[in-house]
């Protein structure tokens, strides 16, 4: 199994600029995660999904992030316009089931992300 | 305010070292887990525990849960520089709508 991928790995882009990062989850798991993770912050949950559908987005930080997940095996984070502040390591994360806290969640590399 | 705490918040010890680090809350949960993070990779579950003073055992690592369900601890035995990482303690929230990481206890072991 080649486990949780994201892409790209690493993303530099300027203030205002659209920013899109990908994840794919493994393969027949049903609930997909995107966190943050900053220094100051720490890992954050963003957003997630179950079968596809948004579940809670209240950790979305303002109304230019936005995630979607059109299928079982893609999902998206947007952030749009960046801001300096969006810098940070974003991780996407799948498993099995949404019992959230109690199942292993399998988290992707990251996308290192800097907002310059 | 945070709902889990972690101490220390920073450890550097000598190869062959033991440690304990912690995981506090002033809630109760039904179930905790540690995940550790090496840099540069996403965090790897290492341990769920789900009962009030239940033990688990890891090879060096010995995890357990406060009898209350509310604090947790980790203890590694003769550290090796291999445990270097942040270790994350998270929990799910009481509504079970949410999922919550501490801020870490980031370990280095040196050689």
């Known amino acids: 199994d080649a486990g949780v991928i994201q892409s790209p790995r690493h993303e530099v882009t300027e203030m205002g600029q659209e920013v899109t990062l990908r994840c794919k989850p493994i393969s027949g798991h049903n609930s997909l995660f995107w966190y943050r993770q900053t220094m100051m912050r720490g890992l954050e949950l963003l957003i997630y999904?179950?079968?596809?559908?948004?579940?809670?987005d209240s950790g979305m930080p303002e109304d230019r992030f936005s995630a979607k997940m059109p299928n079982a095996s893609f999902s998206t984070l947007k952030i749009q316009p960046s801001e300096p502040r969006d810098s940070a390591v974003y991780f996407c994360?799948?498993?099995?089931?949404?019992?959230?806290?109690?199942?292993?969640?399998?988290f992707g590399p990251g996308t290192r992300l800097t907002v310059l | 305010t945070q709902l889990l705490e972690q101490s220390p918040q920073f450890l550097s010890i000598q190869e062959g070292e033991n440690l304990t680090v912690y995981c506090n809350s002033s809630?109760?949960?039904?179930?905790l887990q540690w995940y550790r993070q090496e840099p540069g990779e996403g965090p790897v579950l290492l341990v769920t525990?789900?009962?009030?003073?239940e033990v688990k055992k890891l090879k060096r690592l010995t995890f357990q849960f406060g009898d209350a369900r509310k604090d947790s601890s980790l203890h590694i035995t003769a550290a090796q520089p291999g445990d270097t990482g942040l270790y994350l303690c998270a929990v799910g929230d009481n509504y079970g709508q949410n999922f919550v990481f501490g801020p870490g206890t980031r370990l280095s072991v040196l050689p």
């Open positions: 994360a799948s498993s099995t089931r949404l019992a959230v806290g109690a199942d292993t969640q399998y």
């Open positions: 999904f179950n079968n596809n559908v948004p579940i809670d």
């Open positions: 525990v789900v009962t009030g003073g």
């Open positions: 809630s109760v949960f039904s179930s």
